[in-house]
């Protein structure tokens, strides 16, 4: 079986792009989390689910996860949008910055 390699959205220049992010994240558990919140002064996950919903124009938080990718931790937010569609948006987990989105 193929490994999965998810396919993320990254912020360059202006616009985004789609890059594979192979064999570079890591996603951490709820204890991980807290742990890697507290120590590394990570951003609110709350206000981290508000600035993504409001970034598609609202919507239900579905989940959240916190990850490495590379050396960076970044939140992948799920959302479902106001027209029914999942989308997920990706922010920096030191400052809230948002790196890449998909679906709408």
């Not at 204890?31 to 206000?47: G, H, T, Y």
């Not at 999942?86 to 709408?104: F, M, P, S, W």
């Amino acid at each position: 079986m193929l490994p999965f390699i998810p396919i993320v959205l990254l912020a360059h220049g202006s616009g985004l792009q789609s890059v594979p992010a192979a064999y570079a994240r890591t996603c951490l558990d709820a204890a991980q989390s807290r742990a890697a919140i507290a120590e590394l002064k990570l951003a609110n996950p709350a206000a981290i689910q508000r600035a993504a919903a409001e970034h598609i124009g609202g919507g239900d938080f579905l989940r959240s996860r916190l990850c490495r990718w590379n050396e960076e931790y970044i939140y992948e937010i799920t959302l479902l949008s106001r027209d029914g569609k999942v989308a997920q948006v990706y922010l920096r987990a030191v400052d809230g910055q948002i790196v890449g989105k998909n679906g709408e």
